[in-house]
């Protein structure tokens, strides 16, 4: 075993530079507490271990492989995601050098907790084992916790860091639950034996013990999708999400939108379609009636899908804060994400990993407008955007293409994501008992539309309406050029899409045991 576990560690490279770019960052942030240019110090430090990650997962053969005893996968998917979560934590880490909301000690604690949090999501994205999806999460989930309340003195962020805590506690606690339960009906908490241990429980229980089975795995399959939907922000476990967006510094919501909620996911396509399938990928939506009582998984998910998106966008039309607008519209991203998960298919998985990679970029860029226009006018109401169109031209014209993309709309990168959950959602509608598929993508393209009309209320204000006062913006050079590349990337890959298909085509290949 402990030859294995030495094997092992010349395929977790990339995990043990992360664990040693934190620990280092600590003590940089010490040798620097007095040097006047500190903040360029660390985060051209932070970059570098983000760097060295890279170039460790670059090297990293692409076959797959299980890793210390089965507790974690090696495999293109893995890769896929952690190139994912390199790619947010470096435009994060940009975005919060110039941000004001950190002080000059704050940000040297930051980084390295923002490293923490990409370790733990690195392992969310790799574990094939129960327990180690329990320590990813809680991994990921504890150093959030501390990051939302990271404002000092700022009663907001103390609320949203409570608030998170007890929502984040609540989930965790019935998530252990429900894997209790399961290695208590299987014998094994290895994701790659499960759908074999179900399938010999199926096979073996008759009458009343096979009912009593039945009931005790959908109990535990919900309470292991608690765990899973407050990751990801769908409803009903999303109730933390406005007021941690509110209250936790800008830059590191931003993060939070993209990164723990890519993780969340990645989570969700191992457990499900990886572990309780019946039969591999891509066998359509009965693949995960085997073993799981013979309900509808994929419709159930599908009917979380449309609550999710409506909630998210019905409850974003009346929402005057910009980051709680867009939380709300956050959590029916969720919701349109889901769709893709339910269509129980190697295009449906696609699809997500499709839609992740293009709103990494848009939602990013949206929350660094945020950040642009707080910083020039210290609110974050839609008031403070009007006449933006006129105050700095390259943030309203960069934040009409956040928000077109956003709804979904051509020529923009936001239409390929949605075309290809659409897509994989409208394949399934042909199969016995797949009408409701026409159903979900109807419920997709009305919200899509509500969308539109909360996200052009902020347009509209930018360009006709006059600004409030004669307040200034202007964004250092950096964030100008963020915003200018995030804008370009969204319109190049809204007409020229082959190389995210290509990539993703590539990465749905994982570790089957």
Request: proline share 4%; glycine share 10%; net charge positive.
């Amino acid at each position: 075993m402990i030859q294995e576990n030495l094997v092992s560690t010349s395929w977790f490279l990339p995990e043990l530079g992360l664990t040693a770019g934190i620990m280092l960052m600590f003590l940089l942030d010490l040798a620097w507490k007095r040097h006047p240019r500190r903040v360029l110090f660390l985060t051209v430090g932070t970059l570098l271990f983000l760097g060295l990650a890279g170039v460790l997962l670059a090297m990293q053969p692409s076959a797959p492989r299980a890793l210390f005893n089965g507790m974690i996968a090696s495999d293109p998917f893995a890769t896929f995601f952690k190139w994912l979560f390199l790619a947010a934590a470096a435009l994060t880490v940009l975005i919060a050098a110039g941000s004001t909301e950190f002080g000059r000690h704050q940000i040297g604690v930051f980084y390295p907790l923002l490293l923490s949090i990409v370790l733990g999501m690195f392992l969310m994205a790799s574990a094939v084992d129960l327990l180690m999806m329990y320590l990813a999460v809680e991994l990921v989930s504890l150093i959030s916790y501390a990051l939302a309340g990271y404002r000092q003195g700022d009663r907001k962020a103390a609320e949203a860091a409570l608030k998170y805590v007890i929502y984040g506690g609540v989930a965790s606690g019935i998530m252990l639950f429900g894997m209790s339960y399961i290695y208590g009906l299987t014998g094994t908490t290895s994701l790659l034996g499960l759908g074999k241990a179900l399938d010999g429980l199926a096979a073996g229980a008759m009458g009343s013990s096979q009912t009593a089975l039945r009931v005790a795995l959908v109990v535990a399959v919900i309470f292991v999708l608690c765990g899973v939907g407050f990751k990801i922000a769908s409803v009903p476990w999303h109730m933390w999400c406005p007021d941690v967006y509110e209250g936790a510094p800008t830059p590191f919501t931003a993060f939070l939108s993209v990164g723990p909620k890519a993780a969340g996911f990645a989570l969700a396509v191992r457990f499900f379609w990886s572990a309780l399938a019946g039969s591999p990928l891509g066998n359509g939506p009965g693949a995960l009636t085997e073993g799981l009582s013979d309900l509808p998984w994929p419709a159930i998910i599908g009917v979380l899908a449309a609550v999710t998106m409506t909630l998210g966008n019905l409850t974003a039309i009346v929402q005057n804060n910009l980051k709680r607008l867009l939380a709300y519209s956050s959590i029916a991203h969720a919701g349109y994400a889901l769709m893709g998960l339910c269509a129980a298919s190697a295009v449906g998985v696609q699809s997500v990993m499709i839609y992740l990679l293009v709103y990494l970029v848009m939602n990013l860029g949206a929350f660094l407008v945020v950040i642009v226009v707080a910083q020039a006018t210290g609110s974050e109401l839609i008031d403070a955007y009007k006449g933006l169109g006129r105050r700095h031209p390259l943030s309203a014209v960069s934040f009409a293409i956040f928000l077109f993309s956003l709804t979904g709309l051509p020529p923009f990168a936001g239409f390929t994501g949605k075309w290809y959950l659409f897509v994989a959602v409208l394949q399934n509608y042909s199969l016995p008992g797949g009408g409701w598929y026409a159903a979900l993508a109807v419920i997709g393209a009305l919200n899509s539309a509500v969308s539109l009309y909360y996200y052009m209320r902020i347009a509209r204000a930018m360009f006709l309406e006059a600004p409030v006062g004669a307040v200034t913006v202007r964004p250092h050079l950096g964030y100008q050029i963020m915003l200018g590349v995030f804008s370009v990337a969204l319109l190049l890959f809204g007409v020229w899409w082959s190389p995210l298909i290509d990539w993703t085509q590539q990465s749905l290949v994982f570790l089957r045991g």
